[in-house]
T-cell receptor, first 113, second 111 residues
């Protein structure tokens, strides 16, 4: 069966510090991968998605970036965090070739102080 | 692009009552409509979905209905239980395109 992992589960970082969040998927090959941000406990904002290694599409201009160094690994990064980057970050995957049936990870709670 | 509206934003019911959450979409090409349940501090979990060639789908106490003509779909939960308390999201997508999510409904089931 497929499993999606995210870490860390929680993170408190000062403004201006770097960020690296990791997501890995097990039990499937060449999945579509997604990063979402959820602020104020509601609303899923799509940040990035990837259909393959090294292929990243950005949905929202921001100081965040994403990379996919391996087939089942998706990383969300920032060089300098802003207060507005606080939120709940969710990674999701879907089968190759389609966005049907997205499956979400457990999320990372990021607080920028 | 697609636009999904979800109502109500908050729904409070007594245990044992039914709950209905409604969503409308704008793109007539959308053909896949999932519903997610998100418990506090966790990621959303897919609980039921429906495709445009079906008008209704049931899974135990939950059901989803789809009206393609009116472009709306609904989640129905019968015999609600306190563990049904969560935020529910609807979404709409067309094939391989990225789904568009509603803004969520906070369901509170009072024991």
């Amino acid at each position: 069966s497929q499993t999606i992992h995210q870490w860390p589960a929680t993170l408190v970082q000062p403004v201006g510090s770097p960020l690296s969040l990791e997501c890995t998927v097990e039990g499937t090959s060449n999945p579509n991968l997604y990063w979402y941000r959820q602020a104020a406990g509601r609303g899923l904002q799509l940040l990035f998605y990837s259909v393959g290694i090294g292929q990243i599409s950005s949905e929202v201009p921001q100081n965040l970036s994403a990379s996919r160094p391996q087939d089942r690994q998706f990383i969300l990064s920032s060089k300098k965090l802003l207060l507005s980057d606080s939120g709940f970050y969710l990674c999701a995957w879907s089968v190759e070739g389609g966005s049907y049936e997205q499956y979400f990870g457990p999320g990372t709670r990021l607080t920028v102080t | 692009g697609e636009n999904v509206e979800q109502h109500p934003s908050t729904l409070s019911v007594q245990e044992g009552d039914s709950a209905v959450i409604k969503c409308t979409y704008s793109d007539s090409a959308s053909n896949y409509f999932p519903w997610y349940k998100q418990e506090l501090g966790k990621g959303p979990q897919l609980i039921i979905d429906i495709r445009s060639n079906v008008g209704e789908k049931k899974d135990q106490r939950i059901a989803v209905t789809l009206n393609k003509t009116a472009k709306h779909f609904s989640l129905h939960i019968t015999e609600t239980q306190p563990e049904d308390s969560a935020v529910y999201f609807c979404a709409a997508s067309e094939g391989s395109y990225i789904p568009t999510f509603g803004r969520g409904t906070s369901l509170i089931v009072h024991p």
